[in-house]
């Protein structure tokens, strides 16, 4: 009996170990506009990441720290510091990223911007969705977490307005993405744990 006992313990503080060992990826929404898709995206993400068990996966929603545009206050809104707060607690990144334009959404650039060190020497995958896959919008932000120090992965799931949602707003993605979501995830992993080394 003490012998199972010890054992079992044994073996639940491994667990507790390798739990508290995990690294820990923001999955970041991108967009803060009345009705929009991103969360439903975002969940999806995170249902397939959940599954892998390889890291600790949250939703970072930046509509929940009501940043103010760059610029234009002190600064002194307690958004500003959670957000930097909640970045820096994260080893690395998913974008739930939208195509506005051929970029980007003005809201998640305002909230890259908001933060420096907290950015640097992590890892970060891209999952895009428009009309043509948000990939342009992709290629933006590629130019834009280099200069914050943050190395994204190759793998990048696209989603098409036309062929993975329903009426442009009921998302409904194709099997097909499966792989490529968890490529990008093992990608980001990785990368995470070997850019911690830096940290």
Do not use: C
């Given at each position: 009996?003490?012998?199972?006992q ?37 969940e ?8 892998r ?23 002194t ?20 990223v939208?195509?506005y ?23 970060a995958?891209?999952v ?12 933006h ?59």
């Amino acid at each position: 009996m003490g012998f199972l006992q010890k054992l079992f313990g044994k073996q639940t503080e491994e667990e507790e170990t390798m739990a508290a060992e995990k690294l820990n990826i923001g999955i970041i929404l991108g967009s803060t506009r009345q009705g929009r898709v991103s969360p439903q995206v975002g969940e999806w993400v995170k249902g397939i990441a959940d599954k892998r068990g390889d890291a600790n996966y949250e939703i970072v929603d930046i509509a929940d720290f009501n940043l103010p545009f760059l610029g234009t206050t002190d600064g002194t809104e307690p958004g500003i510091a959670a957000w930097n707060e909640k970045l820096a607690s994260l080893d690395g990144y998913v974008f739930i990223v939208q195509e506005y334009n051929h970029s980007i959404t003005g809201a998640l650039k305002n909230a890259i911007d908001f933060a420096r060190e907290a950015w640097y020497n992590k890892a970060a995958g891209i999952v895009s969705y428009g009309s043509t896959g948000g990939a342009r919008a992709a290629e933006h932000l590629r130019g834009i977490l280099g200069e914050i120090k943050v190395a994204d992965v190759r793998t990048h799931p696209t989603l098409s307005l036309f062929t993975d949602f329903e009426n442009m707003s009921e998302f409904k993605p194709q099997e097909l993405h499966l792989d490529n979501v968890n490529a990008m995830l093992e990608e980001v992993v990785a990368w995470s744990g070997a850019l911690k080394t830096l940290r």
